[in-house]
């Protein structure tokens, strides 16, 4: 069987990575514990003395196979990233919790997955607006983009995307790489670069993170593998962040161990999880909980959440709903933090300006 199509998970934060150099490619293997019990009989004590000091020395010349890009993950740490992706938030806002499956009438959110891999790009600094002064005579949909950081982020969707957009003969813009990753392109040079089966993959990471578990389910004609909630804890965290951005006058994010309260870019993060759920159809189900007033006005606050900052610089004005009095704030201090990052949040701007035109696209 030929391997060229298969691909391993990486996955960042394992225990004993951070000990090994970046320079060393030769790790020494401590040696086996039977080695200890190996009976000798000899005569000379100082042939025995001898044996067991060559037992206990460490083996040389024996290799320890690694993906250097497990390292360049592992000591990446310029910016604070969760543990969850925006692809996979949206996807689980989506899933039902015990059938473990879409809806099968939502349209939308493949097309808005592909938006969310272009953001989590972005936010980890890997792709850039081209700087090129001439692009603000285009839409922000419609500026160039490139690759600004080669380094692997340890999620596959996000590494493959990565490298269609490295090895690409030309730079593209927004609009452009999300139809391409959707499959949505006339021309036939790169209908290759669609990516398949995203949501059963972000599926299956969210099995590997423990988020989900794995089940099969008989559809009278067909057996599918569905996907029930396994941590619902975490769906929770989740929607009192989108909870919190849509109905409380003061924003308040609840932090936890898979979003920490210094993760990178939160308040941004968060919104674009607002606007994102909003583009895939999937908001409804976090607002379920809602009275009919507040949820009426929390679909309100996404629609401002997505004008204001579908453009850069973001707009940042206060809310006529009353909400959100302090995110304008909260949002300049972020960007204030990370130095020269323009760029990358035109990039999440022109990402958001696709997802309020969606309905024209679709």
């Known amino acids: 069987m030929s391997s060229g199509n298969l691909q391993r998970r990486r996955v960042r934060g394992t225990s004993?990575?951070?000990?090994?150099?970046?320079?060393?490619?030769?790790?020494?293997?401590?040696?086996?514990?039977?080695n200890s019990s190996i009976i000798v009989k000899t005569d000379n004590t100082n042939d025995l003395n001898i044996l067991n000091t060559n037992l206990n020395k460490k083996p040389i010349g024996h290799k320890i196979a690694y993906d250097p890009r497990d390292l360049e993950v592992l000591n990446s740490n310029d910016k604070i990233v969760p543990t969850l992706t925006l692809m996979e938030?949206?996807?689980?806002?989506?899933?039902?919790?015990?059938?473990?499956?879409?809806?099968?009438?939502?349209?939308?959110?493949?097309?808005a997955l592909r938006g969310c891999i272009?953001?989590?790009?972005?936010?980890?600094?890997?792709i850039a607006m081209v700087n090129d002064p001439a692009r603000r005579r285009f839409e922000l949909s419609e500026r160039l983009i490139e690759v600004i950081d080669y380094k692997m982020t340890g999620e596959v969707l996000l590494d493959e995307t990565?490298?269609?957009?490295?090895?690409?003969?030309?730079?593209?813009?927004?609009?452009?790489w999300i139809d391409l990753l959707s499959g949505e392109t006339w021309n036939l040079l790169k209908i290759s670069y669609q990516l398949k089966q995203?949501?059963?993959?972000?599926?299956?990471?969210?099995?590997?993170?423990?988020?989900?578990?794995?089940?099969?389910?008989?559809?009278?004609?067909f057996d599918m593998a569905t996907h029930p909630v396994a941590d619902i804890n975490c769906k929770d965290h989740i929607k009192r962040r989108i909870i919190s951005l849509l109905v409380s006058r003061t924003v308040n994010l609840p932090s936890s161990n898979l979003f920490p309260a210094n993760t990178t870019y939160?308040?941004?993060?968060?919104?674009?999880?607002?606007?994102?759920?909003?583009?895939?159809?999937?908001?409804?189900?976090?607002?379920?909980?809602?009275?009919?007033?507040?949820?009426?006005?929390?679909?309100?606050?996404?629609?401002?959440?997505?004008?204001?900052?579908?453009?850069?610089?973001f707009i940042n004005n206060q809310s006529q709903l009353g909400i959100g009095s302090n995110l304008a704030q909260?949002?300049?201090n972020e960007i204030e933090s990370v130095p020269n990052n323009d760029l990358q949040m035109e990039v999440v701007a022109a990402v958001l300006s696709v997802f309020s035109r969606m309905d024209s696209i679709l």
């Open 198 to 221: 995203v949501r059963e993959r972000l599926a299956k990471g969210l099995v590997d993170k423990g988020i989900l578990r794995t089940e099969r389910k008989n559809f009278l004609l």
């Open 330 to 332: 909260e949002i300049q």
């Open 162 to 176: 990565l490298k269609l957009m490295k090895n690409d003969p030309e730079n593209l813009s927004v609009n452009n």
């Open 16 to 34: 004993n990575a951070n000990n090994i150099s970046n320079n060393d490619s030769i790790s020494p293997i401590s040696p086996s514990p039977r």
């Open 118 to 126: 272009i953001l989590e790009l972005a936010f980890r600094g890997k």
């Open 89 to 111: 938030e949206v996807l689980l806002m989506g899933l039902k919790d015990r059938e473990g499956y879409l809806s099968f009438w939502n349209d939308s959110i493949s097309y």
């Open 266 to 313: 939160k308040f941004l993060r968060s919104i674009s999880l607002v606007c994102g759920s909003y583009a895939a159809n999937v908001l409804e189900n976090v607002l379920v909980t809602l009275g009919y007033d507040q949820r009426d006005k929390a679909f309100a606050r996404a629609d401002e959440l997505l004008s204001e900052y579908s453009d850069f610089p």
